[in-house]
């Protein structure tokens, strides 16, 4: 009897544990926004072109669930939103049914923007980029503090297309590592408008050595890039 009652309290502990256990994981949550029923995915490689395409103010986070919610079966709700704090204004889109916004101080155009997970599904690597309708580009350079300094605007089509073919001519090396000897690389963040409301975002860095991006795994680049980046 007392050798039951040991095994019956054992199994009663492991099950109490893993219930505080699954109570309280780490959850790392991917940028979101439920809304209306439907949930929209932060777009990484997008951002808003300009205020001008802002429609409508259609509700506010209700709830912040990064840093509150710790359960991996919790029920998204109307409202919730992965990294916005409550009461953050959540905007419609001109003319796009699948896009909303939400103001964030953070965000390059004052909006981080959100693609519905129902929608078509769009694209804005650099590979489905209209080139020949890019009108403008910005050059950022994100600071160690994640401040984000504006370098320079580009509108020259010369200018544009020579940056543009530089990407182009980039070598594919997925083995590639930086230099971090002497620190973490520099960091710049290029947006390409093309008279579309979502404009095109990408990233490269700068080792101390050696220029580099992501247009879909790690590629080089030449140091002609270096004229466009002062630093």
């Known amino acids: 009897m007392r050798k039951t009652f040991c095994l019956v309290f054992l199994f009663m502990f492991i099950l109490a544990g893993c219930n505080s256990f699954h109570q309280n994981a ?26 001008s395409y802002i429609n409508k103010k259609i509700g506010e986070v209700k709830f912040k669930v990064a840093d509150n919610v710790s359960d991996p079966e919790y029920k998204l709700k109307n409202g919730d939103a992965a990294f916005h704090k409550k009461g953050t204004p959540i905007y419609s889109i001109k003319d796009n049914t ?34 020949d309708q890019v009108n403008k580009m910005e050059i950022y350079l994100v600071q160690p503090s994640n401040t984000r300094k504006l370098l320079s605007q580009i509108k020259s ?25 002497k620190g973490d690389p ?30 879909d795994d790690t590629a080089v680049l030449s140091n002609e890039i270096q004229e466009f980046l002062p630093k």
């Open 26 to 51: 780490i959850i790392d949550w991917v940028d979101f926004v439920k809304w209306d029923g439907i949930e929209y995915d932060g777009i990484y490689n997008g951002v808003l072109a300009d205020e």
């Open 98 to 131: 699948d896009i909303i916004a939400v103001k964030s101080t953070l965000a390059i155009n004052g909006y981080s923007v959100y693609f519905s997970r129902e929608g078509q599904k769009k694209h804005w690597r650099f590979q489905d980029m209209p080139i």
């Open 157 to 181: 089509s010369d200018q544009i297309n020579r940056f543009i073919q530089i990407l182009k001519n980039s070598k594919d090396s997925p083995h590639f590592q930086p230099n971090v000897e």
């Open 186 to 215: 520099l960091y710049y963040q290029i947006v390409f408008y093309t008279g579309e409301p979502i404009a095109y975002l990408q990233s490269l860095q700068f080792d101390g050595t050696t220029y580099y991006w992501f247009p």
